[in-house]
C-alpha cells in the first residue's frame, strides 16, 4: 500500500517557466517531508525538506508548500533550467523511516 | 571527500547464488540503510540500521541479509531466497535515525542473468 503518490510520471516545461510537481500522502503521521533529486544511474540527492508544522519552505530556485488538511505537497521550481531534468522524488517520514514516491521524470525544453 | 561508496556499479549474478553489495560510508553517520528501486515505483526499504551491530528488516527483508560489524560498513547479501534480484539497490546514511537527510550513495545496478 503506497502512502505516498505522485500521480503525474513525466512534466515536460520550458526553460525559464515554472515546474510544479505534486506529491499527496495518506498517513497522517508522517512529520517531515523531503524532496530528492535523481540522474539516471546515480543516487538521489536532498533537495529540500519541510517540518508537517510549516506550510511553506523556500530554498533559492525551489520552494515546497505543504497542505496538510489536503494531505498535499508541491515543489515550484522558478526559473526552470535545463540542469534541473531529472527525476524528482517525494518522501515522508514515520519515526525512522522515509517513505518515497514513484517519482516525477522532468524534462526542460530549451 | 566525505560521501557514500557502493560497489560494484553493475553486477551480474547467475540464478541460485548469492552475492554482496558493498556500501562504506565515511561520514560518521550512526544511521545506514538500504532501499530498492523498481521502475515505475519508489524507494523501498530493505533494512536499516541504527548503530553497531544492530540492525531491523525494512518493508521487503525477505531474500536479503545484512551485518553492521563496523560503522562505516553496511554490506546488503541478496541470497537465492530473493525471488526477484533484479533490481537498483542504494545504499544511504544519515546522522541519526532522525533520518531528515539521507545521504545516498549511486547505487549497484544487479541484474540476474
Known amino acids: 500500500d503506497q502512502q505516498v503518490k505522485q500521480n503525474s510520471p513525466s512534466l515536460s516545461v520550458q526553460e525559464g517557466r515554472i515546474s510544479i510537481l505534486n506529491c499527496d500522502y495518506t498517513n497522517s503521521m508522517f512529520d517531515y517531508f523531503l524532496w530528492y533529486k535523481k540522474y539516471p544511474a546515480e543516487g538521489p540527492t536532498f533537495l529540500i525538506s519541510?517540518?508537517?508544522?510549516?506550510d511553506k519552505n523556500e530554498d533559492g530556485r525551489f520552494t515546497v508548500f505543504l497542505n496538510k488538511s489536503a494531505k498535499h505537497l508541491s515543489l515550484h521550481i522558478v526559473p526552470s533550467q535545463p540542469g534541473d531534468s531529472a527525476v524528482y522524488f517525494c518522501?515522508?517520514?514515520?519515526?525512522?523511516?522515509?517513505?518515497f514516491g514513484a517519482g516525477t521524470t522532468v524534462t526542460v525544453r530549451a | 571527500d566525505g560521501g557514500i561508496t557502493q560497489s560494484p556499479k553493475y553486477l551480474f549474478r547467475k540464478e541460485g547464488q548469492n552475492v554482496t553489495l558493498s556500501c562504506e560510508q565515511n561520514l560518521n553517520h550512526d544511521a545506514m540503510y538500504w532501499y530498492r528501486q523498481d521502475p515505475g515505483q519508489g524507494l523501498r526499504l530493505i533494512y536499516y540500521?541504527?548503530?553497531?551491530?544492530?540492525?531491523q528488516k525494512g518493508d521487503i527483508a525477505e531474500g536479503y541479509s545484512v551485518s553492521r560489524e563496523k560503522k562505516e560498513s553496511f554490506p546488503l547479501t541478496v541470497t537465492s531466497a530473493q525471488k526477484n534480484p533484479t533490481a537498483f539497490y542504494l545504499c544511504?546514511?544519515?546522522?541519526?535515525?532522525?533520518?531528515?537527510?539521507?545521504?545516498f550513495g549511486q547505487g549497484t545496478r544487479l541484474t540476474v542473468v
Open positions: 519541510i517540518s508537517s508544522i510549516k
Open positions: 544511504a546514511s544519515s546522522v541519526d535515525r532522525g533520518n531528515t537527510e539521507a545521504f
Open positions: 518522501a515522508a517520514r514515520n519515526d525512522y523511516k522515509l517513505s
Open positions: 540500521s541504527q548503530i553497531v551491530n544492530d540492525f
